[in-house]
Structures are given as structure tokens and as C-alpha cells.
């Protein structure tokens, strides 16, 4: 009786690939061993060069989606890779903990709908409290993910950005800036969000574009002291009437005074057909044209000094409700002639002070309209639309109103329509050393022309940073305002805040300072040195993105900076050219005062979409997050698709199912390829140290197709290096993929099957250079594997490899990266390879023709070819005969006169014709039966659980009938060996035999039996 399998003792061995299974017990490895820290401390004392690295720290205000890990895939992905290089790179984990997202998760948390309610029921403490807690809860999602994953980054490490040590090493960068004078407060119209109540940066606006409804209203405005003249205006923010203080025309623009029935109206000249059309007024004619500058200092009527007092007030003043002149003014669209909003618009703002027409923004922080605004008060800024609207139709100034749908800049945290307005902010003041920026931002890296043209488009419209937030969990801003004189001063550490802190006023005691942040350093008082007066701290704290900005000096010692920044590679989402990569680069040109970036290379990645494309969202439920997905599917398949499905500035479609076909056949194959080889090396005790591919070479026991799969590894060596530098990781991935499956699986075993199946004493040093020869070449390929799926790479390393040899490292990251070994390269070789291949394939597809199946031999191929390829073919006849199962091949150059055609099948393959001979003899007929058994035998026994070395006592095979019983007979002794079993019996029905247990099968359309024991 054969020996079961038994199955704690070598329990992979008969395991199909089970990844799941894997890469727990690999966690566990590594976890165990400590391999990620060791390392990092191995790469830190033995190393070829040091490359920085600074984490993109996500936000922990969520939990990581299938984007955030694309992300975090390449960034393994190379740092495993420049490790086994033998680089040292600082993979230290960071996370921002700071900002708007932050908050606005505790508020959803809280259940509060907005700031004042915030401050109110739950006070800044307790909410600066809440921050931190939910950071922590996101942090151990993220962590998780991570581990899941399968990350190697060092989180002993890792920085947090609301920590006082960080905050005041990033107001180093304030420092700095309030040296060169880039730093300063100003009045300036910027993107508010009501809901979020505080104002955007640039960069962020940039984030949300959606299409809102917005009412399309056009109107008029009459022109002062004559009756029936109108400006004709158009707007989709009716609300910015209210705060209208001028009209604006472009001055070398011609323009029209349109007569419609008794009035007279004025727009652009080009405009009048189409806006008559669109207004459907069809009878009008053009009373006079002139020249838009013609029309300036005209005094139009404001229509609501009725009901708004103040405008009453404003109109007195001079350039007040008048035309202006302005080069932005648009006369392709609209009418041509646009009203200004100073207090609503970033032009609008621009044209008041340069005619010093006052700033009039009757807003709160909740963009509600205050008493400034008369009878408008009270009234949320897009809630005015409709008053707006009725009053312009009960003065009889409306021509036309209808809802459009269009493209508007919404927050991209909360989704509210953003608002412009004027208002006192803090500003860094780039666009004054925006050349530096530019400059910097020409020498880095970024693989590709698309992100990269976007991002350098980006950094040259040159606007001031806005980085003050009305907010509470931020970077305070550590400037302090003197009530009495005005005077300013910024302070840059803990240390200095203490020292010049004057106490309470009520208490008489130091104030205490607990941590860098609101509401505790808005208690520290300081005495101006100017005019003796207290010193406020402005209320301020800084844009989350100057936070992350700072990571590279504020994560770092001033020693680590100086060694590893700038860093050598960043790799994050295409929107951050808009966000981190942007704030990087400013602060670090701020910092320095060089025109340098912070990084050398940054690789920007496109976004994750769901299977059929559709971004993903909260609202339509198709967030795919990390940890959910891992708990069900193998982390290395998804590393494994993410990189291979598309280019890394490609959106990605995520759809695990199409992961789940080719690319877990890929890391399939990978498994068995080893099981193939441990299994057969185990049988002949194969000892590596001893039968090294070096011992195969000198003892000239490598034939033609070792030599060309050695070939073709050291070119897939080449590629997937060469890919891995430019960033083309899909492209890598596809040269492994083709390599495992193609080259040794699908076209390498085959060659070589048959010499292993035999326990021929005679050729054992030939098997054995086989083995050496699929050892080295799966163990080169595990090393290229590693940085893409490195669960099965290391299970494998350790299961197949350092069983047999306990002098490898302990883990495959110890390993070095492969080098092309020019000795093994043989172009020619991979030439005449290539034409093999192409005719055997083209046997294949005759046989198709012909219904014959490959394990059928049969009688005699004719391949017709060009002559070199006729010489190279006949170079590997006996490889021909075997991968085609053919007796005999002929080889020849020319079609002869009468080429047969009865009994022949012929297929052609790009230059190649292959004629098979389809008559089968009793001798072809049994062998081909034979061949079919023995593999219904094989995956009978793979079935029960033998191991496939195992030799077993009888196999029985009824139920054939007389007739395939004759057949089979010739060819018993060849089948017990392929099957590996002492004998084989050929029964013609069902013979009597009481131990045995029966399977049953079917034999083209007819059921046998077969048994094994
Ligand atoms: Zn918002
Ligand atoms: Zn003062």
C-alpha cells in the first residue's frame, strides 16, 4: 500500500495555491523575524547610497479605498526594489492628522452643522480632543491596511503632523518666510465655503468642479437721466446685484445701442444677433454703434438704493455705479457688458482699488447678508437669487430668466457652491519668487508629459497663497498683533511663545501652554515692545496643506535633511500636482531661497475608478475600501492587477474579477512552476550547493533549451529593471508574465517533461542540470517578482529554496537584485527558438483542423520554411519531433509539386506551413489511448492526494472492451512509467476485484473505471 501524503509535513507541497492561506503565514513570518526592520537596519549599515524619501502622508479622516492603495503599492514596490539594489532609503511612514477633512469628519461625527454651533455646544477643547481621537481610530484602519498589504514601511518612524515638535519645525518655514517679506496679511477675494466656513486656497478650488443649477437672468440697468437707454447685463449669481458697484466694458470693443420697440439697448456689437435670437425678440434694429471706451464714466441706476441703504450711501461717491474700462471684459459671450462686484469677485476687487471704490461685503461667516445689506439682511448669499429676481421684475428690469445647468466650483470637502469674497487673510506671497517655482519645478522628473505639462501649467498662473483658515484643529498661525498699534511679530518655537507671554490678566499666573494649539495658544498675551500695548495672537491656523508641505524639514532632524532632501522619488495621485506636490515645492523654495525642489522625481498616478468606470463615491456605495477587500482576496493578486491592468498615469477600472482570470493565472503558474521543481528535485536529491547551473556548465549537461531559457531570463532581467526605472510598471509586469507563463511554463517544461519523468540512474546528472537550471532561473524570477507580490515571492523563497539551502538569507528582501549575466545571452539561439516555436505552434493549429489531440502522435509532419529557417529547424528535429508528437518531421524549403492533400492537414504560421499526416495506425492509435488514460491516472492520483514521486503498487483501467484492450497492450510498460506505478492492468469489462475502489470516467462518449492503490 502507497504512502498517503501526509498533511502537516510538507503541507504546500500537495497545496493548490491558496494565497490566502499564504500571506497570513507570511505576515506572521515577517512579523515574527522582524524582517521589515531588519531590513532597513541592514540597508543602513551595508548599502551602495543613500536615497531620501519623505512620506505623502494620508489624511486620517477615512479609511484607505483601492486608490489610496495603488498608491501605496508603488511605493513598496520600489522601495523593495532600490533595497535589493542596496540602497538605503528612509521608508518611514507619515500621516496628517491636521486640517479642514479632519474636522469635518468630528462635526459629522458630532452631529453639529456648521462652526458656531460647533464652538458653541461642544467648545474647542473638547472638539481639539475629539480630533485626536478620530485621527487614532483612522490611524489603526490605515495600519491595518497596510499590513495587509503587505508594506514595508517603518512606522518607529513615522511622523504625525500635529505633533508640537512638527508644528514647530513648519513654522521654520513661516520664519523664513516673514524674512524675505512673503508673508503677510492682505484683503483679498478668495473661495469661501459657507459650509465649511473658512476660506480655499487656489490649489483646493481646483479640486471640485460639478455641475450645479444656477438661474440664468438677464437684466438692465438704466443709463442715468435718460429715460429708455439700458445697459443689458448678464449673471448666473443674481445675489452679487446686491453688492454691485460698477459696470464694466472693453474699452477697444465695439458696441451697439440696440432699439427694441421704445428703448434702447446697450451691448456688445457681436453679440446682438445672437442674443436677439436667444431672447427671441425679433423686431429690433441697431441704432448706433461706438467704441466701448466711449461709454466710460456713464452713471447707470442702481435699482435697489431703496432697499439697501448703504448702496444709497455708496452711490454718492465717486466712479460708484459708472461704467468702467477693462481688458478682462469677455465680448465673445453673455452681453458684453458686465456688472462688478468688488466684494464678489477676484476682478471685480482688482478694478475697486485701483479706482479706490470702497470694498462693500455685507457678509458673516455663514455668507448670510448682514445689516449692511438693508432689506436683504438676514438672508443666506444664494438664497438672495430670488429677491433679486423679483425686485428687478417689479422695477421692470428684467428681460429674462431660466435655470442652466453648468460646470461651478463646489468645496471638495462639503459640496457647497463656493462663494467669493473679500476678506482679511494671511498670504504667502509666492507669486513674488515665481520664477524660483517654476524653475525648480523644470528639473524634476515626472516620466511622463501629461501630469507633467499640467502640474508646470498650474504653478504658472502665480497666484499668493492663501493660508489662513478660519478653523480650530490646525498649525496655529504664531503671528501676534499689538491691539493698541498695530504692530506685528512672528514667533517659531514653544520656547519663545513662554518667554514672552505675559500673564493672565485675571489670574496674575504665567498662562500654561499644554500643546501648540487653539483654544490654549489664543490665552498667551504678549507685551508690544513698540507701544507697551497687549499682543493678541491672530485667530488664524494655517491651511492643512502648508502642514503636509513642511514634512520634508519638519519629519526630519536638521542632519537627516541635509541627507535626504531633496528626496529621490515621490509617488502620489495625479490631483496632488494641485496639492502636496505644489505645497512641497513652494515651501522649499521658500525655505532655501533656491530655485530647488524638494524632489528629484515625482510620479503622478491616476485615479481608481469601479469596474465599469464610474468614479468612486460615497453616494453611488462603490468605494471599494482596502481592508474589506483583502479579507476576502489576496493582497499580491491585487498588487499584482493594479500594477499590470494599465500605465500608472492611466485611470484604473478596478474589477476584481478580471483579476481573478489572467493575472491569478500568472501567480498560479509561479506556485506550481516551483512545486514542479521541488517535487522532482526532491526525488533525486538535488543539492544545490553541489549541482550549481556552474557544475551543469562544466560538466557540458546544458542543452540548446536550457541555454535559450537562460537567455530569455537575463532579457526579462534587462526589462523589467529598465521598467521599473521609467515607471512603466505594467509594462514590467507583462515582460514576468510572458517569461513565467510563455517561456518556462508553457514552452520550456514541455521540452524537458519527459527527460524527468524517468528514474534512469544514466541520466540523472542530466535531470540534475535541469533542476539547477529551473532553480537558478525561478529563483531569479522570485527576486523580480518580490517588489510586485511579495507574500508568494518570500513563501516561496523560503519553501523551495532555503529548505534546500539553509546558507540563503533569512528573507528574499535580503536578497540582491538580479543583473543581466552577458555569458548566458545568445540572441541567436532566441532566434532560431522563436522559429521552432512558430512551427510547432502552426502544428498545433492543424491539428485543430484535423480534431486530433496533442497527445495523439502521429505518423509524419512536413514543415515547409524559408531556408535559413529550414537550418535552424533542422538544428532541433528531435526537439520538433517531441513538443509536436510526430515520428518523423521533414524539413524543406520549397512545396513539393503534389503536395498531398487527402489524409493531410496544413496550417500556416507567419511563414512557416506545417502539414500533418492525419492516418493513425493500430501502433499510433494505442499509444494516443495510452497517453489519454495516463492523464486521467495522473489527475486521479493528484485527486487522492499522492505525492506525485510516489510510486504506486497498480493502477486498473475496465470497462475498454476487447478492442482498445489489443491497442493498449503494446504499450503498458511505457504507461506504467509515465504514471508511475509498478504495473498497469487493462480490463475489458469489470473484473471482480473486491479492494478496489473505482472512479468513473468517460472516454470519448463511452464511461470506463479506473482504480488506483
Ligand atoms: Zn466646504
Ligand atoms: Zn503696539
Not at 522532482?680 to 533549451?705: G, I, V
Request: hydrophobic content about 40%; glycine content about 6%; proline content about 5%.
Amino acid at each position: 500500500m502507497a504512502i498517503k501524503f501526509e498533511a502537516d509535513a510538507k503541507k504546500w507541497l500537495t497545496m493548490s495555491y491558496r494565497p490566502l492561506e499564504i500571506e497570513s503565514e507570511i505576515r506572521d513570518f515577517w512579523e515574527k523575524n522582524r524582517i521589515a526592520d531588519k531590513l532597513m537596519k541592514l540597508r543602513e549599515r551595508e548599502n551602495v547610497g543613500v536615497l531620501g524619501y519623505v512620506e505623502g502622508p494620508p489624511t486620517l479622516n477615512g479609511v484607505p479605498h483601492i486608490g489610496h492603495a495603488r498608491g501605496r503599492i508603488m511605493k513598496d514596490l520600489r522601495y523593495r526594489w532600490k533595497s535589493m539594489q542596496g540602497y538605503y532609503i528612509p521608508f518611514w511612514a507619515g500621516w496628517d492628522c491636521q486640517g479642514l477633512p479632519v474636522e469635518l469628519e468630528v462635526e459629522r461625527m458630532l452631529g453639529v452643522k456648521n462652526k458656531r454651533e460647533l464652538l458653541e455646544r461642544v467648545g474647542e477643547e473638547r472638539f481639539v480632543e475629539e480630533c485626536k481621537k478620530t485621527i487614532m481610530k483612522y490611524y489603526e484602519h490605515w495600519r491595518e491596511a497596510d499590513r495587509k498589504l503587505g508594506l514595508f514601511m517603518n512606522y518607529d518612524r513615522e511622523y504625525r503632523t500635529y505633533l508640537d515638535s512638527y508644528i514647530e519645525r513648519e513654522w521654520k518655514y513661516l520664519r523664513r518666510a516673514w524674512e524675505q517679506g512673503l508673508l503677510g496679511e492682505g484683503y483679498y477675494v478668495v473661495a469661501y465655503c459657507p459650509g465649511c466656513q473658512t476660506s480655499l486656497s487656489n490649489a483646493e478650488v481646483g479640486l471640485g468642479y460639478e455641475e450645479v443649477e444656477d438661474p440664468s437672468l438677464y437684466f438692465k440697468f438704466r443709463v442715468e437721466e435718460k429715460e429708455n437707454e439700458y445697459f443689458l447685463i448678464w449673471t448666473t449669481m443674481p445675489f452679487t446685484i446686491v453688492t454691485d458697484l460698477m459696470i464694466a466694458v472693453h474699452p477697444s470693443a465695439e458696441y451697439a445701442k440696440v432699439k427694441i420697440g421704445e428703448e434702447f439697448w446697450i451691448m456688445a456689437r457681436q453679440r446682438v444677433e445672437p442674443l436677439m435670437h436667444e431672447l427671441k425678440i425679433e423686431d429690433y434694429s441697431i441704432a448706433e454703434t461706438f467704441l466701448g471706451k466711449e461709454l466710460e464714466g456713464l452713471k447707470y441706476e442702481f435699482p435697489f438704493k431703496d432697499l439697501i441703504p448703504k448702496q444709497a450711501e455708496l452711490d454718492r461717491l465717486p466712479n460708484v455705479h459708472r461704467v468702467v474700462c477693462e481688458d478682462f471684459v469677455d465680448v465673445n459671450t453673455a452681453t458684453g457688458v458686465v456688472h462688478l462686484s468688488p466684494g464678489n469677485g477676484e476682478e471685480d476687487f482688482e478694478a475697486a482699488v485701483k479706482r479706490n471704490v470702497p470694498i462693500y461685503v455685507p457678509f458673516d461667516d455663514e455668507c448670510n447678508f448682514t445689516g449692511e445689506a438693508g432689506e436683504f439682511s438676514g438672508l443666506f448669499a444664494r438664497d438672495a437669487d430670488e429677491k433679486v429676481i423679483e425686485g428687478l421684475r417689479k422695477r421692470g428690469l428684467l428681460v429674462h430668466v431660466e435655470k442652466v445647468k453648468h460646470e461651478y466650483p463646489t468645496c471638495w470637502r462639503s459640496h457647497h457652491k463656493l462663494i467669493w469674497l473679500a476678506r482679511r487673510e494671511y498670504f504667502l506671497w509666492t507669486n513674488k519668487i515665481n520664477e524660483k517655482i517654476v524653475e525648480a519645478a523644470e528639473k524634476v522628473e515626472y516620466f511622463y508629459e501629461g501630469p507633467k505639462n499640467r502640474f508646470l501649467a498650474f504653478l504658472k498662473e502665480a497666484k499668493p497663497w492663501c493660508i489662513s483658515r478660519e478653523r480650530v484643529w490646525g498649525t496655529p498661525l504664531p503671528v501676534w498683533v499689538c491691539e493698541k498699534c498695530g504692530h506685528k511679530i512672528l514667533v517659531s518655537s514653544k520656547k519663545e511663545i513662554l518667554e514672552k507671554a505675559i500673564p493672565d490678566p485675571a489670574t496674575g499666573e504665567k498662562p500654561k501652554l499644554p500643546e501648540l494649539h487653539k483654544p490654549w495658544i489664543d490665552r498667551i498675551y504678549f507685551k508690544c515692545e513698540k507701544c507697551g500695548g497687549k499682543m493678541r495672537r491672530e485667530p488664524y491656523v494655517l491651511d492643512t496643506w502648508h502642514n503636509s508641505g513642511a514634512s520634508p524639514y519638519a519629519r526630519f532632524t536638521d542632519e537627516e535633511f541635509e541627507k535626504f532632501v531633496p528626496v529621490d522619488f515621490l509617488v502620489e495621485a495625479i490631483d496632488q500636482t494641485r496639492g502636496w506636490a505644489n505645497t512641497l515645492l513652494l515651501e522649499h523654495v521658500i525655505l532655501t531661497g533656491k530655485p530647488e525642489a524638494p524632489y528629484k522625481a515625482f510620479l503622478f498616478y491616476g485615479f481608481a475608478l469601479d469596474a465599469k468606470g464610474r468614479k468612486m463615491s460615497k453616494s453611488l456605495g462603490n468605494v471599494i475600501e482596502v481592508n474589506p477587500l483583502l479579507e476576502k482576496n489576496s493582497a499580491d493578486l491585487c498588487r499584482f492587477y493594479i500594477l499590470w491592468k494599465c500605465s500608472p498615469i492611466d485611470s484604473m477600472n478596478f474589477d476584481i474579477e478580471e483579476a481573478k482570470r489572467r493575472p491569478y493565472q500568472v501567480l498560479s503558474t509561479l506556485y506550481h512552476l516551483h512545486r514542479f521543481l521541488y517535487q522532482n528535485a526532491e526525488y533525486d536529491r538535488f543539492d544545490p550547493k553541489k549541482h550549481s547551473l556552474e557544475w551543469a556548465e562544466h560538466n557540458n549537461l546544458l542543452k540548446a533549451p536550457e541555454r535559450w531559457l537562460l537567455s530569455k531570463l537575463q532579457g526579462t532581467i534587462e526589462e523589467v529593471n529598465r521598467r521599473f526605472e521609467t515607471c512603466e510598471f505594467n509594462f514590467a509586469v507583462s515582460a514576468l508574465e510572458k517569461f513565467i507563463v510563455d517561456n518556462v511554463s508553457r514552452e520550456y517544461v514541455p521540452m524537458i517533461r519527459r527527460e524527468l519523468w524517468t528514474d534512469d540512474p544514466q541520466t540523472l546528472n542530466r535531470r540534475l542540470a535541469i533542476y539547477a537550471t529551473l532553480w537558478h532561473v525561478l529563483k531569479t524570477s522570485l527576486l523580480l517578482f518580490n517588489p510586485v507580490t511579495p507574500f508568494i515571492t518570500e513563501f516561496l523563497y523560503q519553501q523551495a529554496f532555503r529548505a534546500f539551502d539553509n546558507s540563503l538569507p533569512e528573507s528574499i528582501n535580503f536578497e540582491k537584485w538580479p543583473i543581466p549575466e552577458e555569458r548566458f545571452k545568445n540572441h541567436q539561439l532566441e532566434e532560431e527558438f522563436e522559429l521552432l516555436m512558430k512551427a510547432i505552434s502552426g502544428s498545433y493549429t492543424a491539428r485543430q483542423a484535423g480534431k486530433l489531440k496533442r497527445r495523439w502522435p502521429l505518423r509524419k509532419a512536413v514543415v515547409i520554411a524559408p531556408e535559413k529557417a529550414v537550418k535552424s529547424l533542422e538544428k532541433f528535429r528531435g526537439l520538433f519531433l517531441e513538443l509536436a508528437n510526430v515520428k518523423e518531421v521533414e524539413f524543406i524549403e520549397k512545396a513539393p509539386e503534389n503536395l498531398p492533400t487527402e489524409n493531410w492537414v496544413s496550417a500556416t504560421e507567419e511563414g512557416i506551413q506545417v502539414l500533418l499526416d492525419t492516418r493513425r495506425d493500430k501502433m499510433l492509435m494505442g499509444e494516443g489511448l495510452m497517453r489519454d488514460l495516463a492523464r486521467r491516472i495522473q489527475a486521479l492520483r493528484k485527486e487522492l492526494g499522492f505525492v506525485p514521486t510516489e510510486i504506486l503498487n497498480e493502477a486498473h483501467v475496465a470497462m475498454l472492451g476487447p478492442e482498445k484492450v489489443n491497442l493498449l497492450n503494446p504499450f503498458l510498460e511505457e504507461m506504467a512509467e509515465l504514471v508511475r506505478v509498478k504495473k498497469v492492468y487493462v480490463h475489458p469489462d469489470k473484473p471482480e476485484i473486491q479492494a478496489l475502489k473505482w472512479h468513473q470516467y468517460e472516454l470519448n462518449g463511452e464511461k470506463i473505471l479506473i482504480a488506483i492503490t
